[in-house]
Each structure stands twice: as C-alpha cells, then as structure tokens.
C-alpha cells in the first residue's frame, strides 16, 4: 500500500518560515520523481516545486529564491523549506510522487500565512 504522509504545516506571520515533511512507504522511492503542489480555495493544483531521483530541481516562478525542495533517499523522505512566506502562499500543500504512469498523493497540510 502506497501513503505519502506529509506534516509541518501550521499558521506563520508573513515572512516567517515552515518546513513541509513528506514521509513515502510503498514504493521504490529513489526511482521517483517528488513534488509539492498546492492548492488554494477557488483555484487550481498547481506545482510548487519537484525534485527527481537524481536531485534535479524545478520551482516555480512564484517561490524561486524563496523556497527549497530536498529528497533523502535513505529516509524516503522529501521536503519544503519555506521561508519569507507570503499571504499569496497560503494554500493546501499536497506531496506528490511520480514514475512514468505511476502517480500518488498525499492527504495535504493546511498552510496559513497571515498576521
């Protein structure tokens, strides 16, 4: 049974900083691409950014220069750092992982950036 569990979401004052954990079991993780979506009321999942079994990065626009995603293969285990968090960010933050067809969620954490 696949389960992307993710934790580290919580209410922060803009500018501040959170760190998203996503924890994997199920799957051969180091063949997967990782990412983090997230998704606001009223919009659409959009990616935040991912990071593929070999490290490569994306991001996008909107947090380059502000957040960082990182795998560890040994804990299967990927993460978000987040720092000078805007009210914009505010969002549920969905761990997703990717192989070929093979596709999975996690349940999301509520993050709130707001003074």
């Known amino acids: 049974q696949v389960r992307l569990v993710e934790s580290g979401g919580g209410l922060v004052q803009p500018g501040g900083s959170l760190r998203l954990s996503c924890a994997a079991s199920?799957?051969?993780?180091?063949?997967?691409?990782m990412g983090w979506y997230r998704q606001a009321p009223g919009e659409q999942r959009e990616l935040v950014a991912e990071i593929t079994g070999s490290s490569n990065t994306n991001y996008a626009d909107s947090v380059k220069g502000r957040f960082t995603i990182s795998r560890d293969n040994a804990k299967n285990a990927v993460y978000l750092q987040m720092n000078s968090l805007k009210p914009e960010d505010t969002a549920v933050y969905y761990c997703n992982a990717a192989y070929r067809l093979l596709t999975y969620w996690g349940q999301g954490t509520q993050v709130t950036v707001s003074s």
């Open positions: 199920g799957i051969l993780f180091r063949l997967y691409a």
